[in-house]
């Protein structure tokens, strides 16, 4: 069974652009989450969609949004972008909660 | 403020050895507590997660110990190799099923030969 797939893996955008990532879960999983690692911070909850609708959200600003398609694929956008949001952005995707399996996340890059 | 305090923040250990990583949590409300391994360039993999009902919970080399009256958990890896080389991650969410998965720092392991 394929594991969950992030593209892409690297990206650089510029000050004040908007970006948008995408993840495909595993097969049959419905639900969703996405987090944000940095070295500073360390691995941080973004959201976390199941069945389309957005189920939970960490402490983010509303620059941060995702949404889900009816085939559990995900998508997450981050708007007018700031250097302080480069971090290896994570998806992972689960059955109903328990045992997250991670992608290997899209690099960005804010320059 | 970090509801998961994890420690060391990074750890050597000879081959054959025992590696243990502590954590610590404050939200007595958290019920399931997960351990994840990463390596370089790859995403958290989830190793080994506990339920406060139990103490201990052991899969092969692998063991989490659980003080719930201390509000602390570690994980033991037994014999250790050059492969278990990678970060760890301790975590917990306030229910069990809950994707809101609170995180340690990390800490990183160092096997040498």
């Known amino acids: 069974k394929a594991g969950v797939t992030q593209t892409p893996r690297y990206l650089i955008k510029t000050r004040g652009q908007q970006v948008t990532l995408s993840c495909s879960p595993i097969s049959g999983h419905r639900s969703v989450s996405w987090y944000q690692q940095t070295p500073g911070q360390g691995l941080q909850f973004l959201f976390e969609?199941?069945?389309?609708?957005?189920?939970n959200k960490g402490n983010f600003p509303g620059r941060f949004s995702g949404r889900q398609f009816s085939n559990s694929r995900s998508e997450m956008n981050v708007s007018t972008l700031e250097l302080g949001d480069s971090a290896l952005y994570l998806c992972?995707?689960?059955?109903?909660?328990?045992?997250?399996?991670f992608g290997n996340g899209t690099r960005l890059t804010v320059t | 403020q970090q509801q998961v305090k994890q420690s060391p923040q990074s750890l050597i250990v000879q081959k054959g050895g025992i590696s243990i990583i502590n954590c610590a949590y404050e939200n007595t409300a958290f019920d399931y507590f997960p351990w994840y391994q990463q390596f370089p360039g790859k995403g958290p993999a989830l190793l080994i997660a506990i339920r406060p009902d139990v103490s201990e919970k052991k899969e092969g080399r692998f063991t989490i110990s659980f003080n719930k009256s201390a509000k602390q958990f570690s994980l033991h890896i037994m014999d250790s190799q050059p492969g278990d080389s990678a970060t760890y991650f301790c975590a917990a969410s306030i229910q069990t099923g809950a994707n809101n998965l609170f995180f340690g720092t990390g800490t990183r392991l160092t096997v040498i030969p």
């Open positions: 969609y199941f069945s389309e609708t957005q189920r």
């Open positions: 992972a995707s689960s059955l109903a909660g328990e045992f997250l399996h």
